[in-house]
T-cell receptor, first 114, second 112 residues
Framework: AQTVTQSQPEMSVQEAETVTLSCTYD???????LFWYKQPPSRQMILVIR??????QNATENRFSVNFQKAAKSFSLKISDSQLGDTAMYFC???????????FGKGTLLTVNP | NAGVTQTPKFQVLKTGQSMTLQCAQD?????MSWYRQDPGMGLRLIHY???????DQGEVPNGYNVSRSTTEDFPLRLLSAAPSQTSVYFC???????????FGAGTRLSVL
C-alpha cells in the first residue's frame, strides 16, 4: 500500500514571502500521479497542482510550483509571493497508476500572516 | 455547470439508522469516488467507480455500500449507522481515473 507523509503539521509565513511544504511518499509503482490540494476554511477541496511521475519537468501553476524528486520520492510545494487567501490546509496526494486509488497525506495547515 | 453536488450538507443520525448520501455530477465524468475526512487523518477513500456499473472498494469500505447505475450519480449508503461513521464525507469526480478530481462541498454527518 502507498503511504504519503507530510512532516509539517503546521507552518506560517509572512505575506509576500515564499514557503515550501514537504511531502514524501512510499511506493513500488513506476506509473503514478501526484497532486497538491488546498482546503480553505470553507472546506472545499481545490486542486492546486498535478504532476505525472513520467515527466521530469516540475509542474508550475502561477505562484505555485513543485520540486519533484522521483528517486528520493519527494514532492514539495513552493508557494511564492504568499497571499492571505493562501491560508488553508494543504494536502499532498498520490494516485496509483495501476488501480487509480488516491491516497492523501494528513495535511499541513498553512497560515499566511499580514 | 453545477459541478459535483452533494446532498444533504448536514445530517444527524441515531445509531442503527440507515441513510443515503447523494452525489451527482453534470460533467460527464467517468470516475467518481467517496472519501471521509476525520481530524488529523486526511481524506481516506471509501469506494470508487471507473464507470457506470463498475465499483470497487477503497481503503475504508466497511459499513458503506455504493452503486453506479448512471454516469451522473454515485450514492453512498450507510446501512446501519455507527458513531465511528461520524465524519465529513466528500464525493469527487474526474473525466478519467488519471485526471485530477473535482470535489463536492462535503456532507457533515453526526451519528449519535
Amino acid at each position: 500500500a502507498q503511504t504519503v507523509t507530510q512532516s509539517q503539521p503546521e507552518m506560517s509565513v509572512q505575506e509576500a514571502e515564499t514557503v515550501t511544504l514537504s511531502c514524501t511518499y512510499d511506493t513500488s509503482e513506476n506509473n503514478y500521479y501526484l497532486f497538491w490540494y488546498k482546503q480553505p476554511p470553507s472546506r472545499q477541496m481545490i486542486l492546486v497542482i498535478r504532476q505525472e511521475a513520467y515527466k521530469q519537468q516540475n509542474a508550475t501553476e502561477n505562484r505555485f510550483s513543485v520540486n519533484f524528486q522521483k528517486a528520493a520520492k519527494s514532492f514539495s510545494l513552493k508557494i511564492s509571493d504568499s497571499q492571505l487567501g493562501d491560508t488553508a490546509m494543504y494536502f499532498c496526494a498520490f494516485m496509483n497508476g495501476s488501480n487509480y486509488k488516491l491516497t492523501f497525506g494528513k495535511g499541513t495547515l498553512l497560515t499566511v500572516n499580514p | 455547470n453545477a459541478g459535483v453536488t452533494q446532498t444533504p450538507k448536514f445530517q444527524v443520525l441515531k445509531t442503527g439508522q440507515s441513510m443515503t448520501l447523494q452525489c451527482a455530477q453534470d460533467m460527464n465524468h467517468e470516475y467518481m469516488s467517496w472519501y471521509r475526512q476525520d481530524p488529523g487523518m486526511g481524506l481516506r477513500l471509501i469506494h470508487y467507480s471507473v464507470g457506470a456499473g463498475i465499483t470497487d472498494q477503497g481503503e475504508v469500505p466497511n459499513g458503506y455500500n455504493v452503486s453506479r447505475s448512471t454516469t451522473e450519480d454515485f450514492p453512498l449508503r450507510l446501512l446501519s449507522a455507527a458513531p465511528s461513521q461520524t465524519s465529513v464525507y466528500f464525493c469527487a469526480s474526474s473525466y478519467s481515473s488519471r485526471e485530477s478530481q473535482y470535489f463536492g462541498a462535503g456532507t457533515r454527518l453526526s451519528v449519535l
